[in-house]
């Protein structure tokens, strides 16, 4: 053979790696899934050495154990399952030391170790290890294996190293990729879970509200007066009262277990239902309802002109009762929860601000998600208030933020399409 021949052979054999590799990059972005990728990578791996036996390895996350993630010629039902310690055996040495291995006849070599479940003594000759490294980490190891005894040549390491480097970032990539999916479907079974109890929770409560609300009507009743006067007309009176505020309070929860489950669905049941609300009228009515949580805080209200809003009245009643009520639970005894209203370029914007000790800035987007809650030593509740305050905003075309109070606090904001401005 002449210096030619071996020249030319030389850019044939290296043309065919080129073309092999190109091959496997194309057959490896184009795999559907995880598993057809793998299965991608070690059924090329093995044609291309011609071996009997090709095998990936893929490092665990907490870099203890390699586990067999694809194998053509072994035990598929160990994959998954076959571990192999780092730093140990032919495989668990190459991720160690990122270092190619040859071994002629396993049989010789007392590196090779026997894998629980994998006999390969029994029908494994000679073993040629890379490794797969990405980004100076190592990712796996790649084993190519065959029956008969084989002097690999430093072409073979070569052309595998070629196609551990080339694999390398592919396979972290995929593996990353399904890592995220998995953990997005956790989320959202964690999610839909915790929707189904607070939906199941929500709707229990209904009839012990019934009940209340039934025993509640049962205490109020009074003789009626037919021809004569009461003889304590002040005591009837205040039980009446006394009754309509159990009444109102009842009616509140009411409104709040429906609040938690519409904002638990993905789609509100019922559109809302948008027209002309007077805001001075609402939230004058809110904060008498409230009184018995207000008492401890000094409410101011005003707005100045009177301002009517393009609202549904009950979410709009729902908003500002969760808002009020997230105030008083962080505004400190004897400070001012003050709510007010403007007209703001064809918006009505309606404020609750506290002079609690307010919300920072990496947290102003967070509170409105479901069960996020800033913790302090005033904080309660389940973190589901804010969540839901601006779902119900949001259904009928209204934003809701937080920004800090004019001195200190936190200030909430609901802003509204203006039906008329009186």
Not at 104 to 114: E, G, V
Not at 179 to 201: G, P, S, Y
Not at 344 to 369: H, K, Y
């Amino acid at each position: 053979m002449t210096d030619a021949d071996v020249v030319r052979d030389a850019g044939t054999g290296q043309l065919e790696q080129l073309r092999f590799l190109h091959r496997v990059a194309r057959l490896a972005t184009t795999a559907q899934t995880w598993d057809e990728l793998l299965e991608t990578v070690v059924d090329e791996t093995r044609d291309a050495l011609r071996g009997d036996v090709s095998s990936l390895y893929l490092l665990d996350r907490d870099g203890t154990y390699l586990t067999l993630a694809a194998t053509n010629g072994l035990d598929r039902f160990q994959i998954g399952r076959a571990r192999v310690p780092f730093g140990e055996g032919v495989t668990g040495r190459v991720a160690e030391s990122r270092h190619p291995i040859i071994i002629a006849d396993i049989k010789d070599d007392p590196r090779f170790l026997w894998v629980r479940g994998i006999d390969q003594r029994r029908f494994i000759t000679s073993m040629l290890s890379v490794p797969l490294a990405w980004n100076d980490q190592t990712v796996g190891v790649l084993n190519i294996q065959t029956e008969r005894r084989r002097e690999f040549t430093i072409d073979d390491i070569a052309q595998l190293g070629a196609i551990a480097d080339l694999l390398a970032g592919i396979v972290e990539k995929g593996r990353q990729q399904q890592e995220a999916e998995q953990r997005a479907a956790e989320l959202k079974a964690i999610d839909e879970a915790r929707t189904e109890v607070i939906a199941l929770v929500t709707h229990e409560l209904r009839t012990p509200l019934a009940v209340v609300r039934a025993y509640t009507d049962l205490l109020a009743e009074e003789p009626p007066l037919v021809g004569r006067s009461s003889r304590d007309q002040e005591r009837r009176d205040r039980r009446a009262s006394w009754h309509d505020g159990t009444i109102q309070q009842i009616e509140r929860l009411d409104r709040l277990v429906d609040s938690i489950l519409a904002s638990v669905r993905v789609v509100p049941d019922q559109p809302a239902e948008v027209a002309p609300v007077d805001v001075d009228e609402l939230v004058r009515e809110v904060v008498r309802e409230l009184l018995p949580i207000l008492g401890r805080h000094e409410v101011v209200v005003g707005g100045g002109v009177r301002l009517h809003a393009l609202a549904d009245s009950p979410r709009l009643r729902q908003i500002l009762e969760h808002l009020i009520e997230n105030a008083t639970k962080y505004a400190p005894p004897g400070s001012y929860i003050r709510i007010d209203w403007r007209m703001a370029e064809g918006v009505v914007r309606i404020g609750v601000e506290d002079e609690g000790p307010g919300i920072p800035l990496e947290w102003r987007e967070r509170i409105f998600q479901p069960y996020a809650r800033l913790d302090t030593h005033t904080a309660r509740g389940s973190g589901i208030g804010l969540y839901a305050a601006k779902r119900l905003a949001e259904s009928m075309a209204g934003h809701l933020w937080c920004e800090p109070a004019p001195e200190h606090g936190a200030r909430f904001v609901i802003a509204l399409p203006a039906a008329a401005a009186v």
